[in-house]
């Protein structure tokens, strides 16, 4: 028989406050420095596609891959940290995000577009470990604090995201200097971000928080094998609607950012604009999705998930007529991508707590690896799309396609909580 989700409001330990405490720092450092990888990718891979394969269509898939990478890294990242805690999933996402880029590098000096997007498969990872580590900041929370605690970890993403695209350019030139051929200097850099973040994880999450937790509660992992691991997330899902909700919110948050952000650097590009435009839209667009997540966490922990999860969407379908309306005005992209990125976190903040909160801890891992799983094939198949979209139709149509699926999702939301309210 499940047990009840183990998180309370009941005030915690000394000890386990101090460890939490510690727990917190670890991960933001981690997330800081793992940021600057992430977001140098973001910044220049659909552009280096763009111009390797000559195809605005298949630079769409640069966000695809790494989009996919996070995806495919999803399951196996809480599977080792089901086994063996969150420093082994950490770890094994973050080592994959490293080997990435090198490989990246690797593509670019050889000129080749495949190999690229083979290498920012790998990248994803980077995203992988970002997205689990807002987890791992809720295994010792009490309830009352989830979304908060999740949240600080996510703002931590803020330094290093924001920093990140704008480093592009001085890595690129120091690349040059070093012997790399032009635009490989970024992802070696990214390389050695990731490493500094496999190091904080491996040297620094000690004693590890989900270990920790399940001996609190002793309780230990359900579904420990890939197969086991989908079916009892499944389980966990068909007995937990909330949950079932907040995995859909998260996934159509991710869809629309991705769909949106991934295509705007090409926009700009095919507009005109440099390297150091692109670099400013992306940074502001990722201030957006981080700046602000602690007073979304704050929200949602005193009003409620779901109406967080609401406003959320009504960002998003602001954000998505902004930037389809906004022709070649770059201030109005750029206000856009900051509302694209705030939806966002309502989203991810909102829902990732509503799911830590609905689910039994022994099942948790595994529902959390489906969550990551499904948001990031969603956000995969979505710059496919978008990609096609904007190749072929224009970037305001994407827009608009964005625009009404975030509204109908809304009110889809809105018209479950109408139906189960007391």
Not at 13 to 19: A, F, G, L, T
């Amino acid at each position: 028989m499940t047990s009840a989700p183990t998180q309370s409001t009941a005030p915690l330990p000394e000890r386990i406050v101090r460890i939490q405490r510690r727990t917190l720092a670890v991960l933001s450092a981690s997330q800081i420095v793992g940021g600057v990888g992430v977001a140098v990718g973001l910044a220049l891979s659909s552009v280096v596609v763009d111009e390797l394969s000559g195809s605005t269509v298949i630079s769409g898939f640069a966000g695809t891959a790494t989009v996919l990478g996070a995806a495919l890294l999803a399951l196996p990242t809480a599977r080792a940290a089901g086994r063996g805690g969150r420093r082994a999933g950490l770890s094994l996402a973050y080592f994959a995000a490293l080997a990435g880029c090198l490989v990246s590098v690797l593509a670019i000096s050889l000129r080749t577009w495949p190999l690229l997007l083979a290498g920012l498969v790998l990248v994803g990872g980077g995203s992988a470990a970002n997205l689990a580590a807002r987890y791992s900041a809720t295994d010792l929370s009490p309830r009352d604090r989830s979304a908060r605690h999740l949240s600080l970890v996510v703002w931590a993403s803020t330094i290093g995201s924001v920093a990140g695209p704008n480093l592009a350019e001085p890595a690129d030139e120091l690349g040059v200097g070093l012997g790399l051929v032009e635009k490989a200097g970024p992802f070696a850099f990214a390389a050695l971000a990731f490493g500094l973040a496999l190091v904080v994880v491996l040297g620094m999450l000690r004693p590890d928080p989900l270990a920790l937790a399940r001996e609190l509660h002793g309780t230990r992992e359900e579904g420990g094998k890939r197969r086991g691991m989908i079916r009892t997330g499944l389980q966990a899902l068909r007995t937990t609607p909330m949950a079932r909700h907040a995995l859909v919110m998260i996934a159509v948050s991710h869809t629309a950012m991705v769909s949106v952000m991934s295509m705007t650097p090409v926009k700009l590009h095919h507009d005109g604009s440099n390297l150091d435009v692109i670099g400013l839209v992306i940074s502001l667009h990722i201030a957006g999705m981080y700046v602000l997540s602690p007073v979304v966490g704050w929200l949602a922990d005193k009003a409620g998930k779901v109406p967080v999860l609401v406003l959320g969407m009504a960002l998003l379908v602001s954000a998505a007529a902004l930037a389809g309306t906004a022709g070649h005005r770059v201030w109005q992209v750029t206000a856009a991508l900051v509302l694209l990125g705030l939806g966002w976190s309502c989203g991810l903040v909102a829902g990732s707590a509503l799911v830590s909160e609905s689910v039994p801890l022994e099942r948790r891992t595994a529902v959390q690896g489906l969550s990551d799983l499904l948001m990031n094939v969603c956000g995969a198949t979505g710059t496919i799309v978008a990609g096609a979209i904007v190749g072929l139709l224009g970037y305001g149509v994407l827009g608009l396609v964005v625009a009404v699926m975030a509204g109908l999702s809304g009110l889809w939301l809105l018209a479950v909580r109408r139906r189960t309210a007391p």
